[in-house]
């Protein structure tokens, strides 16, 4: 298997877990304040994280890819709160595609930046899939007042911090995927109980909301550690946009669990999405 293959399949691996994570975490946060929801799910994603160490044995890398980490935590943190207070105020077909596109587009420019153009094909698919991921997330059977009380700013934030997140990570050293993880989710425990502390709203949600938050961090966890593998073996662009595809699995999820319905464009964009992996493959 090629390095290119490995990294597509990690990142496709990577938006299936971070869409059932991100539908999870955003279902917690209608009944439990989305502080205590992300605090819960990145404490459960660390102790997962050192589970996976002890067992892969990876050694500790050098300060900077710490520091990059941290910096990632940091990012993904402030991405991933604004994006469950969207999920929780507003439709999900209104905020997801709003963040995703954002979160995909950002990187790709830093890729060719840095990494220059990739072949013709895989710039048609790389397009061919952030187009994709807009029709995906959205969903009809919205009302006029829901789209004119829809306000941009959280998904806007929420697409900033992921983006943020795919840039920082992907500049750890080359075979360094785990413990960087780590540092990120240390500093997002630190911030966030800072924040908890001074506003003193610290309550343990009832014991029934347990599963759903614990899937939340599980699944979150899981998207970070296969995207930080596609990263390190791959193109950041090609990583970033597949990876972005998570708005498939999440209203996907909304579609079969809360009924909320799918609409022509929405398959049509799947079929885009299909399109766009296979000219990223060639």
């Not at 187009?131 to 995906?136: F, P, Y």
């Not at 996907?252 to 809360?258: E, Q, T, V």
Request: charged fraction near 10%.
């Amino acid at each position: 298997m090629t390095s290119e293959l490995a990294s597509m399949l990690y990142a496709l691996a990577s938006g299936l877990t971070w869409g059932t994570g991100d539908f999870s975490g955003g279902l917690a946060s209608r009944h439990t304040p989305v502080l205590i929801v992300v605090t819960l799910s990145q404490s459960i994603g660390i102790l997962c994280l050192l589970g996976v160490i002890a067992l892969s044995s990876e050694p500790l890398p050098p300060w900077r890819d710490l520091l990059f980490g941290s910096g990632a935590g940091l990012a993904g943190v402030i991405g991933l709160t604004a994006f469950y207070q969207g999920l929780a105020r507003h439709p999900m077909g209104l905020v997801a595609p709003v963040a995703a596109a954002i979160s995909a587009m950002l990187p790709v420019l830093v890729s060719f930046a840095l990494e220059g153009l990739p072949a013709a094909p895989q710039m048609l698919g790389l397009a061919l899939a952030i187009v994709a991921i807009w029709i995906i997330s959205q969903s009809g059977g919205m009302t006029a007042i829901q789209r004119r009380q829809f306000q941009f700013k959280l998904p806007v934030i929420a697409g900033l911090g992921f983006a943020s997140f795919f840039i920082l990570i992907d500049q750890v050293s080359q075979g360094t995927v785990f413990w960087p993880l780590v540092a990120a989710r240390c500093t997002t425990l630190a911030l966030l109980a800072s924040i908890i502390l001074g506003k003193r709203q610290w309550q343990l949600p009832p014991r029934r909301r347990f599963p759903v938050i614990i899937m939340a961090g599980v699944f979150d966890t899981a998207g970070n550690a296969l995207f930080a593998l596609a990263a390190n073996v791959g193109r950041l662009d090609m990583a970033a946009v597949l990876a972005s595809l998570y708005p498939a699995t999440t209203v996907l999820l909304a579609w079969f669990i809360l009924k909320e319905r799918l609409n022509g464009k929405q398959w049509i964009g799947v079929m885009a999405a299909l399109v766009a992996v296979l000219l990223m493959a060639l």
